[in-house]
């Protein structure tokens, strides 16, 4: 029987406890597990390998992003650093311009001494997208909705032209989630999340996933999963699959919140520039309505002010906090230049369109009408003297 999003986010991977009928899926407290003779054993030998309870995680990951395999990691980023271990010195990766900072630094400042390479491109432009691709390119990594601009890629397309050119592509499914985008349904061949953000969703524990319909895939990198260790603990695996199981109610209110949220600051008159793909002006709007269920709960904007003014704006609020990472059920913004984006050089993120005075917001689930009001008392106090001032 084919079970719909919610009964699989609640159900996959957690039976009852047969021992107790606990509800509640255990935690799995155990790092090594005794063998009935030297090499067998009853499916776990040592929890760096295998844990019931990270088990139970990546089978319901796997559920909800309607893939055959999942894989779950401390991090994020030891997600991503798990994709880049199946690279070797002289392979070639196609990547978009705009995207997560820490995901920038470890392509640029680790593997590419390693000897591997990567070309930044316009990912919304097919042709440019085409046209970086080499005899050597083995991946081509998107995020989409990017990482702070919200640029939006036709991720079929995408997939097609690397399937023509032989290689692999990874699309980082973080802000749109399961709940919204599907992109191993649209083409890709390994989705990335950072489990730390919506997924989890009350911003308590670090985590990340790598998610694939090819067993291939699977076993490889199942083998540096492994090999490396960066895997979750039982107990933040416990908190990730409590996340799941309420991720589509909270998304749905995340959207909705930042639909009101980004339709207010589009009116504002201190705002320069909205990046938010669910604004009719959004230059793939039509892109996202079609990818998309929904259109996510980020939102960046530019003020009418200078740098230094936007960066005091982020004092100035109340019910926002000031912080890094993003998709809890608390409201968050930054600074993306000197915050999540700081490792990207100066002139790379101007490049890009990452202007100094961005602010990057993380749409929470308090009430939309209190979020707004709290804007609308902190754009209040912000200066936009006339030289200051940008066209929109």
């Given at each position: 029987?084919?079970?719909?999003f919610n009964t699989r986010a609640i159900h996959a991977g957690q039976p009852n406890d047969p021992g107790t009928g606990s509800v509640t899926f255990p935690i799995y407290q155990t790092s090594t597990y005794g063998q009935e003779e030297p090499g067998v054993h009853k499916g776990f030998c040592y929890s760096r390998t295998d844990n019931p309870s990270r088990r139970a995680l990546e089978e319901n990951l796997a559920a909800i992003e309607g893939a055959q395999y999942g894989l779950a990691f401390a991090s994020g980023m030891a997600a991503i650093n798990t994709v880049l271990n199946t690279l070797k010195a002289g392979d070639h990766v196609v990547t978009c311009r705009d995207l997560y900072?820490?995901?920038?630094?470890?392509?640029?400042?680790?593997?590419?001494?390693?000897?591997?390479?990567?070309?930044?491109?316009?990912?919304?432009?097919?042709?440019?997208?085409?046209?970086?691709?080499?005899?050597?390119?083995?991946?081509?990594?998107?995020?989409?909705?990017?990482?702070?601009?919200?640029?939006?890629?036709?991720?079929?397309?995408?997939?097609?032209?690397?399937?023509?050119?032989?290689?692999?592509?990874?699309?980082?499914?973080?802000?749109?989630?399961?709940?919204?985008?599907?992109?191993?349904?649209?083409?890709?061949?390994?989705?990335?999340?950072?489990?730390?953000?919506?997924?989890?969703?009350?911003?308590?524990?670090?985590?990340?996933?790598?998610?694939?319909?090819?067993?291939?895939?699977?076993?490889?990198?199942?083998?540096?999963?492994?090999?490396?260790?960066?895997?979750?603990?039982?107990?933040?695996?416990?908190?990730?699959?409590?996340?799941?199981?309420?991720?589509?109610?909270?998304?749905?209110?995340?959207?909705?919140?930042?639909?009101?949220?980004?339709?207010?600051?589009?009116?504002?008159?201190?705002?320069?520039?909205?990046?938010?793909?669910?604004?009719?002006?959004?230059?793939?709007?039509?892109?996202?309505?079609?990818?998309?269920?929904?259109?996510?709960?980020?939102?960046?904007?530019?003020?009418?002010?200078?740098?230094?003014?936007?960066?005091?704006?982020?004092?100035?609020?109340?019910?926002?906090?000031?912080?890094?990472?993003?998709?809890?059920?608390?409201?968050?913004?930054?600074?993306?230049?000197?915050?999540?984006?700081?490792?990207?050089?100066?002139?790379?993120?101007?490049?890009?369109?990452?202007?100094?005075?961005?602010?990057?917001?993380?749409?929470?689930?308090?009430?939309?009408?209190?979020?707004?009001?709290?804007?609308?008392?902190?754009?209040?106090?912000?200066?936009?003297?006339?030289?200051?001032?940008?066209?929109?």
């Amino acid at each position: 029987m084919a079970y719909g999003f919610n009964t699989r986010a609640i159900h996959a991977g957690q039976p009852n406890d047969p021992g107790t009928g606990s509800v509640t899926f255990p935690i799995y407290q155990t790092s090594t597990y005794g063998q009935e003779e030297p090499g067998v054993h009853k499916g776990f030998c040592y929890s760096r390998t295998d844990n019931p309870s990270r088990r139970a995680l990546e089978e319901n990951l796997a559920a909800i992003e309607g893939a055959q395999y999942g894989l779950a990691f401390a991090s994020g980023m030891a997600a991503i650093n798990t994709v880049l271990n199946t690279l070797k010195a002289g392979d070639h990766v196609v990547t978009c311009r705009d995207l997560y900072g820490g995901a920038y630094r470890i392509f640029t400042k680790l593997y590419s001494k390693f000897g591997v390479q990567f070309t930044f491109v316009d990912a919304t432009n097919l042709e440019d997208v085409e046209a970086a691709f080499r005899p050597a390119t083995k991946l081509l990594w998107l995020e989409t909705p990017s990482n702070p601009l919200l640029f939006v890629t036709d991720i079929a397309a995408c997939g097609k032209i690397a399937r023509r050119k032989g290689a692999l592509t990874v699309v980082d499914n973080t802000f749109a989630t399961p709940v919204l985008q599907r992109p191993l349904t649209l083409g890709a061949d390994i989705v990335v999340h950072s489990t730390t953000k919506y997924i989890n969703g009350h911003s308590d524990v670090l985590g990340g996933a790598l998610l694939t319909d090819s067993k291939e895939l699977y076993e490889n990198l199942k083998f540096f999963q492994n090999a490396v260790g960066a895997v979750p603990g039982p107990q933040d695996c416990f908190l990730v699959l409590r996340g799941t199981k309420t991720l589509a109610l909270r998304m749905e209110r995340h959207c909705a919140n930042t639909r009101a949220v980004a339709r207010w600051l589009a009116e504002h008159d201190k705002i320069a520039k909205v990046y938010y793909p669910g604004l009719p002006n959004h230059p793939q709007h039509e892109l996202a309505r079609r990818q998309m269920k929904d259109f996510g709960a980020m939102v960046s904007f530019e003020l009418k002010a200078s740098a230094d003014e936007a960066k005091r704006f982020t004092s100035h609020v109340k019910l926002w906090t000031l912080a890094e990472s993003l998709g809890g059920v608390k409201s968050l913004l930054c600074h993306p230049p000197t915050m999540t984006h700081a490792s990207v050089e100066p002139d790379v993120r101007r490049r890009v369109g990452i202007a100094d005075g961005l602010i990057r917001l993380s749409v929470g689930l308090e009430d939309a009408e209190d979020l707004i009001a709290d804007l609308d008392q902190a754009l209040a106090r912000v200066r936009v003297g006339e030289s200051e001032k940008v066209g929109c």
